[in-house]
């Protein structure tokens, strides 16, 4: 991307699955944006030296870290530390946009 | 802040000088909401092992990274990979609030 990329033109969706653009890639962290439509989701998985965060910037957005899940909303935020399980899911009726960061690479 | 974080509460701001929030703390990375009042900066430095990046929440900023400058509105990143100098500042006339991540923690 180089050093600048404007996340809030990022819009990408697949009736196939959730898709990913990658934002910025460096030797420390990525960065991705996620796009869901109603009912698409990230199963939980878990990346066990790896911090990962969901960020909402669209839509309404189910998110699990650990044993909870909660509805966040467009400013909500998760943070899932290295080992702990972690998914989310678009209940839907509208599509959601997520800024999403890893670290370190796995 | 536990797993889940609002950050679209985390609204603060100094005529002192630019504030920091912490959003969450982890082993590998920290995040901060960052509010500037028109004219506020934080001054270009750098993170010799660490990558920076910087969101645009909320306002309109000049984002240094390197050589180059540019002006950011809502949905915009920038990102510091280790060792380049960064700066941000809030050229009026609105409020700027920037979602900033750190990784690794310095």
Do not use: W
Request: aromatic share 8%; glycine share 10%; with cysteine.
């Amino acid at each position: 991307m180089g050093a600048f990329a404007t996340v809030s033109e990022k819009v990408a969706f697949s009736t196939e699955k959730m898709t990913k653009q990658n934002v910025f890639d460096s030797t420390h962290m990525f960065c991705d944006v996620y796009g869901l439509e109603p009912g698409q989701e990230q199963k939980a998985h878990a990346h066990a030296g790896s911090d990962k965060v969901y960020y909402v910037l669209e839509g309404t957005a189910d998110v699990q870290i650990g044993d909870e899940t909660r509805r966040l909303e467009v400013g909500g935020l998760a943070h899932a530390a290295p080992g702990v399980a972690h998914a989310v899911k678009n209940p839907g009726p509208a599509r959601v946009r997520l800024l999403v960061f890893m670290s370190p690479k796995p």
